[in-house]
Protein backbone atom coordinates (compact mmCIF):
# COMPACT_ATOMS: atom_id res chain seq x y z
CA UNK A 1 0.00 0.00 0.00
CA UNK A 2 1.18 3.76 -0.92
CA UNK A 3 2.01 6.06 2.19
CA UNK A 4 -0.88 7.94 3.37
CA UNK A 5 -0.45 10.71 2.48
CA UNK A 6 -2.07 12.41 -0.75
CA UNK A 7 -3.10 16.17 -2.36
CA UNK A 8 -6.18 16.70 -4.13
CA UNK A 9 -7.05 19.16 -6.58
CA UNK A 10 -10.62 20.78 -6.95
CA UNK A 11 -10.49 22.17 -10.68
CA UNK A 12 -13.95 23.18 -9.76
CA UNK A 13 -13.09 25.47 -7.29
CA UNK A 14 -10.22 27.02 -9.85
CA UNK A 15 -13.16 27.66 -11.75
CA UNK A 16 -15.09 29.18 -9.16
CA UNK A 17 -12.43 30.99 -7.78
CA UNK A 18 -12.06 33.16 -11.39
CA UNK A 19 -15.61 34.01 -11.52
CA UNK A 20 -15.29 35.48 -8.21
CA UNK A 21 -12.15 37.38 -9.71
CA UNK A 22 -15.07 38.16 -12.72
CA UNK A 23 -16.92 39.89 -10.45
CA UNK A 24 -14.27 41.98 -8.89
CA UNK A 25 -12.99 43.26 -12.36
CA UNK A 26 -15.83 43.79 -14.50
CA UNK A 27 -14.72 44.43 -18.35
CA UNK A 28 -10.63 43.92 -17.25
CA UNK A 29 -9.73 40.92 -19.10
CA UNK A 30 -7.75 38.05 -17.00
CA UNK A 31 -4.32 37.16 -17.03
CA UNK A 32 -4.72 33.85 -14.38
CA UNK A 33 -0.83 33.44 -13.25
CA UNK A 34 0.24 29.74 -13.44
CA UNK A 35 3.96 30.92 -12.55
CA UNK A 36 5.69 28.10 -10.62
CA UNK A 37 4.31 25.16 -12.18
CA UNK A 38 1.19 26.65 -11.35
CA UNK A 39 1.81 27.62 -8.16
CA UNK A 40 3.01 24.19 -6.50
CA UNK A 41 -0.51 22.78 -8.59
CA UNK A 42 1.27 21.68 -11.39
CA UNK A 43 0.55 23.54 -14.22
CA UNK A 44 -0.62 20.40 -16.63
CA UNK A 45 -3.00 18.98 -14.29
CA UNK A 46 -4.82 22.63 -13.27
CA UNK A 47 -5.51 24.58 -16.39
CA UNK A 48 -8.38 23.28 -17.44
CA UNK A 49 -10.11 24.38 -14.87
CA UNK A 50 -8.81 28.04 -15.47
CA UNK A 51 -9.42 27.13 -19.54
CA UNK A 52 -12.59 30.53 -19.27
CA UNK A 53 -9.55 32.54 -18.43
CA UNK A 54 -8.28 35.52 -20.96
CA UNK A 55 -5.04 34.33 -20.96
CA UNK A 56 -2.07 32.17 -18.97
CA UNK A 57 0.94 34.69 -17.31
CA UNK A 58 3.92 32.29 -16.19
CA UNK A 59 7.53 32.55 -16.40
CA UNK A 60 9.15 29.62 -17.60
CA UNK A 61 9.16 28.93 -21.41
CA UNK A 62 8.67 25.20 -21.11
CA UNK A 63 5.44 25.89 -18.91
CA UNK A 64 4.40 28.44 -21.94
CA UNK A 65 5.51 26.01 -24.63
CA UNK A 66 3.36 23.26 -22.38
CA UNK A 67 0.37 25.33 -22.23
CA UNK A 68 0.25 25.70 -26.23
CA UNK A 69 1.55 21.70 -26.66
CA UNK A 70 -1.39 21.01 -24.88
CA UNK A 71 -3.95 22.88 -26.50
CA UNK A 72 -4.35 26.51 -25.44
CA UNK A 73 -4.47 28.71 -28.25
CA UNK A 74 -5.00 32.12 -26.42
CA UNK A 75 -2.76 34.43 -25.03
CA UNK A 76 0.22 33.66 -22.67
CA UNK A 77 2.49 36.36 -21.15
CA UNK A 78 5.97 35.79 -19.89
CA UNK A 79 5.99 37.62 -16.88
CA UNK A 80 10.27 38.26 -16.76
CA UNK A 81 10.20 38.24 -20.50
CA UNK A 82 13.04 36.51 -22.32
CA UNK A 83 16.87 36.17 -21.05
CA UNK A 84 18.83 35.61 -24.10
CA UNK A 85 18.24 37.27 -27.82
CA UNK A 86 17.77 33.67 -28.85
CA UNK A 87 14.79 32.98 -26.93
CA UNK A 88 12.70 34.97 -29.50
CA UNK A 89 12.79 31.88 -32.32
CA UNK A 90 10.35 30.34 -29.79
CA UNK A 91 8.57 33.36 -28.87
CA UNK A 92 7.83 33.64 -32.38
CA UNK A 93 7.33 30.18 -33.06
CA UNK A 94 4.80 29.89 -30.44
CA UNK A 95 3.33 33.43 -30.47
CA UNK A 96 4.13 34.47 -26.76
CA UNK A 97 3.59 38.09 -25.54
CA UNK A 98 6.81 38.80 -23.53
CA UNK A 99 7.52 41.16 -20.83
CA UNK A 100 10.03 43.65 -21.94
CA UNK A 101 12.18 45.63 -19.02
CA UNK A 102 15.63 46.27 -19.92
CA UNK A 103 16.43 48.27 -23.24
CA UNK A 104 18.79 44.95 -24.21
CA UNK A 105 15.47 43.63 -24.71
CA UNK A 106 14.21 46.03 -26.91
CA UNK A 107 17.41 46.16 -28.81
CA UNK A 108 17.48 42.17 -29.22
CA UNK A 109 13.46 42.34 -30.58
CA UNK A 110 14.71 44.75 -33.06
CA UNK A 111 17.08 43.00 -34.81
CA UNK A 112 15.64 39.65 -34.96
CA UNK A 113 13.85 37.73 -37.63
CA UNK A 114 10.28 37.28 -36.95
CA UNK A 115 7.46 35.61 -38.90
CA UNK A 116 5.34 38.66 -37.53
CA UNK A 117 5.23 41.30 -34.63
CA UNK A 118 5.37 40.32 -30.87
CA UNK A 119 2.85 41.63 -28.58
CA UNK A 120 4.74 43.33 -25.60
CA UNK A 121 4.25 44.34 -21.49
CA UNK A 122 6.64 47.67 -21.22
CA UNK A 123 7.09 46.44 -17.73
CA UNK A 124 7.55 50.28 -15.53
CA UNK A 125 9.53 50.38 -12.19
CA UNK A 126 7.02 52.36 -9.99
CA UNK A 127 8.53 51.35 -6.93
CA UNK A 128 8.89 47.80 -6.20
CA UNK A 129 12.61 48.32 -7.75
CA UNK A 130 13.02 44.82 -9.07
CA UNK A 131 12.67 44.83 -12.85
CA UNK A 132 11.31 47.47 -14.99
CA UNK A 133 12.35 50.90 -16.58
CA UNK A 134 12.28 53.70 -14.58
CA UNK A 135 8.66 55.34 -14.56
CA UNK A 136 10.17 58.15 -15.41
CA UNK A 137 10.88 57.07 -19.05
CA UNK A 138 7.67 55.60 -19.62
CA UNK A 139 6.74 57.65 -22.65
CA UNK A 140 10.16 57.75 -23.91
CA UNK A 141 10.64 53.47 -24.02
CA UNK A 142 7.19 53.94 -24.98
CA UNK A 143 7.79 55.57 -28.33
CA UNK A 144 10.61 53.56 -28.74
CA UNK A 145 8.86 50.10 -28.80
CA UNK A 146 6.30 51.50 -30.86
CA UNK A 147 8.55 52.35 -34.07
CA UNK A 148 9.91 48.77 -33.92
CA UNK A 149 8.15 47.07 -36.77
CA UNK A 150 9.04 44.08 -34.56
CA UNK A 151 6.46 44.99 -32.03
CA UNK A 152 2.77 44.69 -32.24
CA UNK A 153 0.97 45.76 -29.44
CA UNK A 154 2.26 47.77 -26.68
CA UNK A 155 0.40 46.99 -23.20
CA UNK A 156 2.34 48.97 -20.24
CA UNK A 157 2.83 46.94 -17.22
CA UNK A 158 3.80 47.57 -13.42
CA UNK A 159 3.82 45.65 -9.85
CA UNK A 160 2.56 46.65 -6.74
CA UNK A 161 4.75 46.32 -3.25
CA UNK A 162 1.86 46.67 -1.07
CA UNK A 163 -1.00 46.31 -2.26
CA UNK A 164 -1.86 43.64 0.40
CA UNK A 165 -0.97 45.79 3.37
CA UNK A 166 -2.16 49.03 4.96
CA UNK A 167 0.69 50.98 2.73
CA UNK A 168 -1.23 50.19 -0.31
CA UNK A 169 -1.23 50.81 -3.88
CA UNK A 170 -2.06 54.57 -4.07
CA UNK A 171 1.55 56.27 -4.17
CA UNK A 172 2.59 54.02 -7.13
CA UNK A 173 -0.35 54.74 -8.70
CA UNK A 174 0.24 57.83 -8.43
CA UNK A 175 3.65 57.87 -9.79
CA UNK A 176 2.28 55.35 -12.76
CA UNK A 177 -0.56 57.89 -13.73
CA UNK A 178 1.79 60.96 -13.54
CA UNK A 179 4.53 59.59 -16.07
CA UNK A 180 2.44 57.55 -18.45
CA UNK A 181 -1.46 59.08 -17.78
CA UNK A 182 -1.73 60.35 -21.53
CA UNK A 183 -0.07 57.65 -23.31
CA UNK A 184 -2.68 56.02 -25.71
CA UNK A 185 -1.77 52.08 -24.67
CA UNK A 186 -3.67 49.11 -22.73
CA UNK A 187 -2.72 48.76 -19.41
CA UNK A 188 -2.16 45.89 -16.60
CA UNK A 189 -1.08 46.87 -13.02
CA UNK A 190 -3.14 44.85 -10.84
CA UNK A 191 -2.00 41.80 -9.14
CA UNK A 192 -4.52 39.44 -6.57
CA UNK A 193 -4.22 42.12 -3.89
CA UNK A 194 -5.14 44.67 -6.23
CA UNK A 195 -7.59 43.49 -8.04
CA UNK A 196 -9.68 42.70 -4.29
CA UNK A 197 -8.75 46.04 -2.69
CA UNK A 198 -7.69 48.80 -5.42
CA UNK A 199 -10.29 48.78 -8.12
CA UNK A 200 -8.78 52.03 -9.72
CA UNK A 201 -6.08 50.33 -11.17
CA UNK A 202 -8.42 47.34 -12.92
CA UNK A 203 -7.78 49.34 -16.21
CA UNK A 204 -7.68 46.63 -19.42
CA UNK A 205 -5.48 43.55 -18.02
CA UNK A 206 -5.20 42.30 -14.50
CA UNK A 207 -3.01 39.44 -13.23
CA UNK A 208 -4.54 37.39 -10.35
CA UNK A 209 -2.46 34.71 -8.80
CA UNK A 210 -3.02 33.48 -5.19
CA UNK A 211 -6.59 34.03 -4.97
CA UNK A 212 -7.13 31.62 -7.44
CA UNK A 213 -6.12 29.07 -5.70
CA UNK A 214 -8.41 30.30 -2.70
CA UNK A 215 -6.07 32.21 -0.84
CA UNK A 216 -5.41 35.18 0.78
CA UNK A 217 -2.63 37.62 -0.85
CA UNK A 218 -1.69 39.15 2.74
CA UNK A 219 -1.46 35.81 4.10
CA UNK A 220 -3.99 36.91 6.59
CA UNK A 221 -7.22 34.54 6.17
CA UNK A 222 -9.67 37.34 6.90
CA UNK A 223 -9.00 39.45 4.18
CA UNK A 224 -10.81 36.83 1.82
CA UNK A 225 -13.29 36.36 4.53
CA UNK A 226 -16.66 36.31 2.64
CA UNK A 227 -15.70 36.50 -0.96
CA UNK A 228 -16.08 33.15 -1.33
CA UNK A 229 -12.79 31.89 -2.51
CA UNK A 230 -12.38 27.81 -2.08
CA UNK A 231 -9.35 26.30 -1.83
CA UNK A 232 -7.99 24.41 -4.90
CA UNK A 233 -5.67 21.95 -2.43
CA UNK A 234 -5.94 19.74 0.13
CA UNK A 235 -3.81 17.81 1.45
CA UNK A 236 -4.54 15.02 3.67
CA UNK A 237 -2.89 12.03 5.62
CA UNK A 238 -3.33 9.14 8.04
CA UNK A 239 -2.55 8.60 12.18
CA UNK A 240 -0.03 6.20 11.35
CA UNK A 241 0.57 5.31 15.37
CA UNK A 242 -0.43 6.50 19.18
CA UNK A 243 1.58 7.12 21.67
CA UNK A 244 0.54 8.22 25.34
CA UNK A 245 2.76 9.74 27.34
CA UNK A 246 3.20 10.36 30.83
CA UNK A 247 3.52 13.98 32.96
CA UNK A 248 6.92 15.27 32.00
CA UNK A 249 8.06 12.64 28.98
CA UNK A 250 8.96 14.42 25.47
CA UNK A 251 8.27 13.53 22.04
CA UNK A 252 10.29 14.22 18.53
CA UNK A 253 13.57 15.56 18.18
CA UNK A 254 15.10 17.85 20.63
CA UNK A 255 12.95 17.11 23.53
CA UNK A 256 11.27 20.74 22.48
CA UNK A 257 7.54 19.47 23.75
CA UNK A 258 6.97 17.61 27.19
CA UNK A 259 3.69 16.70 28.39
CA UNK A 260 2.40 18.34 31.37
CA UNK A 261 0.19 15.77 32.21
CA UNK A 262 -0.86 12.15 31.26
CA UNK A 263 -1.77 12.49 26.90
CA UNK A 264 -2.31 10.28 23.97
CA UNK A 265 0.08 11.83 20.51
CA UNK A 266 -0.76 10.86 17.16
CA UNK A 267 1.51 10.36 14.84
CA UNK A 268 1.13 11.46 11.08
CA UNK A 269 2.64 10.22 8.02
CA UNK A 270 3.83 13.97 6.68
CA UNK A 271 7.16 15.51 7.76
CA UNK A 272 9.14 18.48 5.71
CA UNK A 273 10.42 16.58 3.16
CA UNK A 274 6.23 16.48 1.79
CA UNK A 275 7.14 20.05 1.76
CA UNK A 276 5.23 20.95 5.63
CA UNK A 277 7.11 23.71 6.99
CA UNK A 278 10.07 22.37 9.19
CA UNK A 279 9.61 25.83 11.28
CA UNK A 280 5.68 24.74 12.00
CA UNK A 281 5.84 25.47 16.32
CA UNK A 282 3.73 23.48 18.08
CA UNK A 283 0.52 25.01 18.12
CA UNK A 284 0.19 25.13 14.35
CA UNK A 285 -3.48 23.39 13.40
CA UNK A 286 -4.57 20.47 11.69
CA UNK A 287 -7.64 18.50 12.34
CA UNK A 288 -7.97 14.96 12.66
CA UNK A 289 -11.06 12.69 12.54
CA UNK A 290 -12.88 16.21 11.55
CA UNK A 291 -11.99 17.83 14.75
CA UNK A 292 -9.80 20.61 15.15
CA UNK A 293 -6.08 20.16 16.89
CA UNK A 294 -3.03 21.10 16.56
CA UNK A 295 0.40 20.10 16.45
CA UNK A 296 3.41 19.23 19.19
CA UNK A 297 7.10 19.26 18.72
CA UNK A 298 9.54 19.39 16.05
CA UNK A 299 8.50 18.41 12.53
CA UNK A 300 10.58 15.66 11.08
CA UNK A 301 11.23 14.61 7.55
CA UNK A 302 8.44 12.11 7.04
CA UNK A 303 6.69 12.98 10.23
CA UNK A 304 4.63 15.16 12.24
CA UNK A 305 2.78 14.57 16.05
CA UNK A 306 -0.73 16.03 17.05
CA UNK A 307 -2.21 16.25 19.99
CA UNK A 308 -5.23 13.81 20.19
CA UNK A 309 -6.95 15.44 23.53
CA UNK A 310 -9.50 17.02 21.54
CA UNK A 311 -10.20 13.69 19.70
CA UNK A 312 -10.20 10.94 22.26
CA UNK A 313 -11.39 8.36 19.50
CA UNK A 314 -8.82 9.02 17.17
CA UNK A 315 -6.45 5.88 16.37
CA UNK A 316 -4.73 4.34 13.94
CA UNK A 317 -6.24 5.20 10.54
CA UNK A 318 -8.16 8.17 11.70
CA UNK A 319 -8.11 10.71 8.83
CA UNK A 320 -6.33 13.71 9.05
CA UNK A 321 -6.34 16.97 6.89
CA UNK A 322 -3.11 19.43 6.76
CA UNK A 323 -4.42 21.74 4.81
CA UNK A 324 -7.85 22.12 3.31
CA UNK A 325 -11.13 23.39 2.96
CA UNK A 326 -11.61 22.75 6.96
CA UNK A 327 -7.63 24.00 7.78
CA UNK A 328 -7.17 26.87 5.69
CA UNK A 329 -3.31 26.38 4.36
CA UNK A 330 -3.06 30.67 5.34
CA UNK A 331 -3.58 29.88 9.12
CA UNK A 332 -0.97 27.22 8.79
CA UNK A 333 1.29 29.09 7.05
CA UNK A 334 0.68 31.80 9.63
CA UNK A 335 1.69 29.89 12.81
CA UNK A 336 4.77 29.08 10.84
CA UNK A 337 6.31 32.48 10.16
CA UNK A 338 5.80 31.89 5.91
CA UNK A 339 2.80 32.13 3.58
CA UNK A 340 0.35 30.49 1.66
CA UNK A 341 2.67 31.00 -1.50
CA UNK A 342 5.27 28.99 -0.23
CA UNK A 343 3.53 25.74 0.86
CA UNK A 344 1.73 25.40 -2.11
CA UNK A 345 4.87 25.47 -3.84
CA UNK A 346 6.85 23.43 -1.01
CA UNK A 347 4.50 20.60 -2.28
CA UNK A 348 6.96 17.32 -2.53
CA UNK A 349 6.96 15.24 -6.06
CA UNK A 350 6.54 12.14 -4.00
CA UNK A 351 2.90 13.05 -2.69
CA UNK A 352 0.51 11.87 -4.94
CA UNK A 353 -2.04 14.26 -6.36
CA UNK A 354 -5.14 13.92 -7.75
CA UNK A 355 -7.96 15.86 -9.54
CA UNK A 356 -11.54 16.15 -8.83
CA UNK A 357 -14.49 18.52 -9.92
CA UNK A 358 -16.96 19.17 -7.25
CA UNK A 359 -19.27 21.75 -6.48
Known sequence: MPR?????????????????VRQHTGTAKIWSVVKANAYGHGLARIWPGLVATDGFALLDLNEAI???EQGWKGPILLLEGFFQPQDLVLLDHYRLTTS??????????????????????????????RLGFPVGQAEAVW???KSLSNVGEVTLMSHFANADNSIGAEEQFAQIQHASGHIPAPRCFANSAAVLRHPQTHYDWV????????????GDIADIAGLGLRPVMSLHSEIIAVQSLSAGQSVGYGSRYRANSAQRIGVVACGYADGYPRVAPSGTPIMV?????????????DMLTVDLTPCPHAQIGSKVEIWGENVPIDNVANSAGTVGYELMCALAARINVTTERTQ
Open 207 to 218: RPGIILYGASPS
Open 4 to 20: PISATLNLSALHHNLSI
Open 100 to 129: VHSDWQLEAIKAARLAAPLNIYLKLNSGMN
Open 66 to 68: LLR
Open 289 to 301: DGILTHTVGSISM
Open 143 to 145: QWA
